[in-house]
């Protein structure tokens, strides 16, 4: 009976023991160290993470962690989509009957984007697509701390063109090869004789 009690006694210690042990620890936290710092890998003393998000690890600038598209210099190209190893981009692409503009660079934009969507879930960050864009408007981001409810909500949709606008556009484009082509049969009819 004694032994019994002695005993209790000895595990009651030995769990207060340790959680003041935690409690004392606790007041350390994780310093931020920049990415820089050859102790930026370094296992750090402290029971407690940084206090995110109000602090948050740095990350290098040339991190691939989230692609974003700026739609106003993409050319709709599909160069991108084209060299995507997985497809995890979905473009659609409408001819344009007259230039519509020009991306920051220069460059004339004759082509309307439908779709354009990039499936982050299935994206395998190889950044194959940033090398390839002309016009340098598909960028990976340093924002790593994206997260979802649902799996789908990964698919970003960049194209801001409605189904209604994108319907137009084709109508529009239909009209305009209609009568280019209805102008070159007059021409054969005419040299015909
Ligand atoms: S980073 Fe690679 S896998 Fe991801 S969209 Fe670009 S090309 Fe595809
Ligand atoms: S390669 Fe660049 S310009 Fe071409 S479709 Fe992709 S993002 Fe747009």
Do not use: W
Request: with cysteine.
């Amino acid at each position: 009976m004694f032994n019994i009690i002695i005993k209790g006694f000895t595990t009651a210690g030995k769990g207060l023991s340790l959680t003041l042990k935690h409690f004392f620890a606790a007041k350390n936290s994780r310093e931020i160290l920049s990415i820089q710092s050859d102790n930026y890998f370094k296992q750090q003393e402290g029971n407690t993470t940084i206090q995110y998000p109000h602090q948050t690890l740095p990350v290098p600038e040339t991190g691939r962690y989230q692609l974003f598209v700026e739609m106003d210099d993409c050319i709709v190209c599909d160069l991108c989509a084209k060299i995507c190893p997985v497809n995890c981009i979905d473009i659609e692409s409408i001819k344009s009957t007259e230039a519509i503009g020009q991306t920051s660079d220069g460059t004339t934009k004759r082509l309307y984007a439908a779709k354009f969507d990039i499936d982050m879930a299935k994206c395998m960050y190889c950044g194959l697509c940033t090398t390839v864009c002309p016009t340098e408007c598909i960028t990976m981001t340093n924002q790593y701390d994206k997260s979802v409810p649902e799996l789908s909500l990964l698919n970003y949709e960049f194209s801001t063109m409605t189904a209604e606008e994108a319907d137009e556009k084709r109508v529009a484009l239909e009209k305009q090869q209609a009568e280019k082509a209805a102008a070159k049969q007059a021409v054969m009819q005419k040299k015909q004789g």
